[in-house]
């Protein structure tokens, strides 16, 4: 990385002396070593700096949407609208974690990174022609901070102030030097427009059309039904190096479905152009059509390097019975994961064993070296088990006969005070029954979680399976109004503050933080805190590890499963640049065919 270092003279409260300390002037800062992409690079080596701009791609949604508003807790927003904002900077797609420019031109930072400050590219402006200023900045912090989305809040906590230091610049002050990953999540703010904002409501929900100043604005739309973009001509962002080759599509328009199997048809019809599909069972069964096998449909395992995270049924803590972690532990016996991917997927997935799971951050083996010098630390507050085995969930012989499971989860169960009273699970103190509500979004996963629910009969649980629409489920979720649901944990090759949002105490307190499950742990809140704070790569990595470890033997998950690999489909109108981003599917440098797309109607009629 070409960085100036500029030598700079600040007089010190505490000492009479001077103090000479570095500041970085750069075009892209790293969260550790140096960024992949030098100042005056031209563009990223998975995009087509020459990908022609144009043509109409019809994507989907399930649900619905109220709202134009998506930095806020109330309303769902609609599909696509991150499309109308730019960041202060952006990351790459073949790196773990580093930011460039992008409506900062430049980004500066001492050494001990306790505060950022960007300089604002002349150019940037809103799509109504006014520039973007340091202003913009500041009020879109301090209102998202107020009133968005409280994961606002915890994402920038150690923010403590944001000043214009001239025309074109705006800088961050934090409120120490140990969180060394602010400089580049500070950068990651979308920045707003105050004069559009100035007369409204910012906490309500709204279908004014706003501005923004992205590479698209909306078209038209139709409430909660559809909604199109169309790229702006004059995206004042075109020719940064970081944007160079993206953003091709000309128009995008996302059709809204009730539920996914009406959007797989709709795909398959040739209804929408390119879609995702996340259910084994359908990969495999759902496509031997006339369009896959002559090719108008491209079908495409695309393998990835991405984390990832965790899926699992997710305990709400805060209710009684899921208190115990012998409970919870418990009714992980009861799920027959081998049974279920030979039964249901198809064979085609791996059990899942960290929340950072496919990546080095993930635990394995017993804890040694540092990441067992770092648990000793707190070895009185742990499982004991956690030193002397390795965290792997119940394994099954796939036959479907559970007994010796079965068994195991009932003396489990009878440790934590429940007994089997005529077929029953009896809390032997409150006399009360156990009993659950599966809370689901999706009706593909009733078929997967009726057999966790048969065998948990077995035990004298009764469990009934709810599913509601995707509006409804939201609001429960963020106000914790759950039992138990399917829930999935994504993470990045560099963790940190979004942690304190997934497994802090406080965001168990907080409507609509990620901390669905209520976890209110010292320990993990100490750890969480050494993620935040690791000195570099290496201290990442056993800190994480430590962190997932210490999750893992809480059980408050019972982990399913996960495939390293993108299940693509397309409509053959899409042309893609030859190299592949290795985190990132990478739509967004692609563009459209505009040969194929002139025929592809065409070649749909000859399969009728």
């Known amino acids: 990385m070409n960085i100036i270092k500029l030598s700079l003279l600040i007089i010190s409260i505490t000492f009479p002396s001077f103090l000479k300390a570095e500041i970085n002037v750069a075009h892209a800062i790293a969260m550790h070593g140096e960024p992949k992409y030098p100042d005056g690079f031209q563009y990223v080596d998975y995009a087509n700096p020459d990908a022609p701009k144009g043509g109409k791609v019809i994507l989907s949604s399930t649900g619905s949407y109220d709202s134009f508003n998506p930095f806020i807790l109330k309303g769902t927003a609609a599909a696509g609208i991150g499309n109308l904002y730019e960041t202060l900077t952006t990351g790459s797609s073949d790196e773990a974690f580093t930011e460039y420019g992008l409506i900062a031109k430049t980004i500066e930072w001492p050494d001990d990174r306790s505060w950022v400050a960007f300089t604002i590219h002349e150019e940037a402006v809103w799509h109504d022609g006014k520039k973007i200023s340091p202003e913009d ?3 879109t912090f301090n209102t998202l901070m107020e009133k968005g989305h409280p994961f606002y809040k915890y994402y920038y906590s150690d923010v403590v102030e944001v000043i214009q230091e001239n025309d074109n610049k705006v800088r961050f002050n934090f409120k120490g030097n140990t969180n060394l990953e602010l400089p580049l999540i500070v950068g990651q703010l979308p920045v707003l427009p105050k004069h559009y904002w100035a007369n409204k409501n910012f906490e309500e929900t709204s279908m004014d059309i706003p501005i923004g100043s992205g590479p698209y604005k909306i078209k038209r739309f139709d409430a909660g039904r559809t909604i199109t973009y169309e790229l702006d001509p004059d995206y004042w962002g075109k020719n940064i190096p970081i944007k160079k ?27 929408i152009d ?19 096998q002559n090719g108008l449909i491209k079908k495409e395992l695309i393998e990835h390097q991405n984390p990832q995270g965790m899926q699992g049924f997710a305990f709400n803590t805060r209710k009684e019975i899921f208190e115990d972690k012998r409970v919870r532990e418990a009714l992980s016996y009861a799920f027959d994961f ?4 030979k039964n249901l997927f198809y064979n085609a997935y791996k059990r899942t064993n960290s929340f950072f799971e496919n990546s080095e951050l993930a635990s394995s083996g017993v804890p040694s070296g540092g990441e067992l010098d770092l648990l000793n630390d707190y070895r009185e507050l742990l499982p004991q088990k956690l030193f002397q085995e390795e965290y792997n969930p119940p394994k099954t012989d ?26 029953k699970l009896i809390n032997k103190k409150s006399g009360s ?3 659950f509500e599966l809370l689901l979004v999706s009706p593909a996963f009733e078929r997967i979680v009726l057999p966790f629910k048969d065998n948990l009969a077995k035990l ?23 039992d138990m649901i399917v829930s999935t944990f994504s993470q990045s090759l560099s963790p940190g503050n979004e942690q304190r949002n997934f497994w802090g105490s406080d965001a168990a307190k907080t409507n609509g933080s990620r901390n669905i499950i209520g976890i209110s742990n010292e320990v993990i809140d100490s750890l969480i805190e050494k993620v935040i704070s690791a000195k570099d790569r290496e201290d990442l990595i056993v800190t994480t590890q430590a962190l997932d470890r210490v999750l893992l033997w809480n059980h408050y998950v019972i982990p399913q499963w996960h495939i390293s690999a993108y299940r693509t489909l397309y409509w053959d109108i899409f042309d893609k640049p030859s190299v592949r981003p290795k985190y990132s599917l990478g739509t967004n440098t692609w563009w459209v065919d505009t040969d194929k797309a002139s025929t592809i109607n065409q070649r749909k009629k000859s399969l009728q």
Not at 460 to 482: E, H, K, P
């Open 137 to 139: 900045v500041i009020w």
């Open 460 to 482: 004298g649980i009764d469990v009934s399976v709810r599913t509601i629409d995707s509006a409804q489920y939201q609001n429960r979720l963020d106000g914790f109004d759950f």
């Open 338 to 341: 081998e049974w279920t991917n």
């Open 398 to 423: 796939g036959s479907g006969f559970m007994r010796k499971e079965l068994q195991e989860a009932t003396k489990l169960l009878q440790d934590a005070g429940w007994e089997l009273q005529e077929g």
């Open 245 to 271: 080759g993206t953003e091709n599509f000309g128009v995008i328009q996302y059709e809204y479905y009730k539920d996914r199997s009406i959007e797989r048809e709709a795909f398959k019809s040739g209804g």
């Open 274 to 292: 390119l879609f995702s599909e996340n259910t084994s069972k359908d990969w495999a069964t759902s496509y031997d059509t006339p369009a896959v």
């Open 433 to 435: 029954k156990f009993e």
